[in-house]
């Protein structure tokens, strides 16, 4: 079955612009987080989502925001981007988030602010 | 709150050598465990998970690693490396309030020379 999917691959934002990315969840998974990827900071969780639920955040500013639809699919949204956004984001689903669940993860989207 | 650390940031062995690389996690309930890799360029691909039971897993590839509780240690290890084993190697723990959110270590580069 199709793994995680995201959406778009590879992107350039101008500071100040917005940015939405989306990510479809493996088929039969409900729960769905948010991670940045940074060579500096490395793995950073961002937020979980289960039955369009924000159930978990990270450490991040109010600019990043995200969201969950009844399908399960997800987005995640930054304003107002700083040059430090620039990031890999990756998408992860499992089953409902609970003990004993994989966790799978999409390829990601690059993020390049410029 | 939950922290993983693990012990190499960069490692560099010969092809046929065996590897060890340490992964210690501080949350002390129960936790569901986790060795991702990626290769370069590449997205996060799940190399073995362990939830409960038998503390010596395997993974694809020929890894495996062994849960300690008594150490709060989940190690890697492979007998003999091969040069497409060089990657960077991730370990994350999800438990406490929520499994749905992983907390990542440091990650670990591994360069094999043939």
């Known amino acids: 079955k199709a793994g995680v999917t995201q959406t778009p691959r590879y992107l350039i934002k101008t500071r100040g612009q917005q940015v939405t990315l989306s990510c479809s969840p493996i088929?039969?998974?409900?729960?769905v987080s948010w991670y940045q990827q940074t060579p500096g900071q490395g793995l950073q969780f961002l937020f979980e989502y289960f039955s369009e639920t924000q159930r978990n955040k990270g450490n991040f500013p109010g600019r990043f925001s995200g969201r969950q639809f009844s399908n399960s699919r997800s987005e995640m949204n930054v304003s107002t981007l700083e040059l430090g956004d620039s990031a890999l984001y990756l998408c992860?689903?499992?089953?409902?988030?609970?003990?004993?669940?994989?966790?799978?993860f999409g390829e990601g989207s690059w993020l390049t602010v410029v | 709150a939950q922290s993983v650390s693990q012990h190499n940031h960069h490692v560099i062995l010969s092809e046929a050598a065996s590897l060890e690389l340490g992964c210690n996690y501080s949350y002390g309930g129960t936790v569901n465990l986790f060795w991702y890799v990626q290769y370069p360029g590449q997205h996060l691909q799940l190399l073995l998970k362990?939830?409960?039971?038998?503390?010596l897993v395997k993974g694809i590839k020929g890894f495996e690693a062994e849960f300690i509780k008594s150490k709060f240690s989940f190690n890697l290890r492979k007998p003999s490396v091969q040069w497409s084993d060089t990657a960077e190697y991730f370990c994350a723990v999800a438990g406490g309030t929520s499994y749905g959110k992983l907390t990542f270590g440091q990650g670990t580069i591994l360069t094999v020379h043939p």
């Open positions: 362990y939830f409960s039971g038998d503390p």
């Open positions: 992860a689903s499992s089953l409902d988030g609970n003990s004993g669940n994989t966790i799978y």
């Open positions: 088929s039969g998974h409900r729960s």
